[in-house]
C-alpha cells in the first residue's frame, strides 16, 4: 500500500518560487560534480520508505494549502554539516500541480494516506490557471473559485 509525505515548505512563497529554488539547487549540485539529483534533506528516515517507494509522493505545503506534489524516487543516507547522520529524499524534479487543500503548519514531515491525497490539477483545464497566484488564492478564500 502506498504512502505519501507532506511536509512545509519553508520559506517559498510560491509554486513558481519552489521550482526556482529546486532548479538552483539541482545546478549546484551538478556543479559541484554531484549525481544531478534533486535531494531534500531531513532528519528521519521514513519507517514506511517500502511504502512511501511504492508510488508515494511529497505533497508541498505553501503558504497554508497544499499545492504541488512530487514523486519520491528513493532514499539516501548522508552526514549533515554537523555530522549527523540525515536522509536525503530523491525527488522528481517534475512539479504537479494539485488541488488545493488547507493543512495547519508543522514541523518535520508527516506520512498521507493516499485516500486523503489531494487529486491532481491539469493546469489547462483549472479554472484558475490564468490568474496570477495571489489572486486565485484571494477569490478561493471568498468562495468565488
Known sequence: ?????????????????????????????????????????TRNTPRRAEQVLDGGSMFWIIKGYIRVRQR?????????????RRCALILDPALVRTELVPHRPMQGWRYMEPAAAPGDVNSEAAADATLPERIAAELRSLGLL
Open 72 to 84: 519520491i524516487l528513493g532514499f539516501d543516507e548522508v552526514a549533515g554539516r554537523d555530522g549527523r
Open 1 to 41: 500500500m502506498t504512502a505519501h509525505l507532506v511536509k512545509m515548505a519553508v520559506g517559498i512563497d510560491s509554486l513558481d518560487h519552489l521550482r526556482e529554488v529546486q532548479a538552483e539547487r539541482l545546478r549546484r549540485a551538478r556543479e559541484a560534480g554531484g549525481q544531478g539529483e534533486l535531494r531534500h534533506f
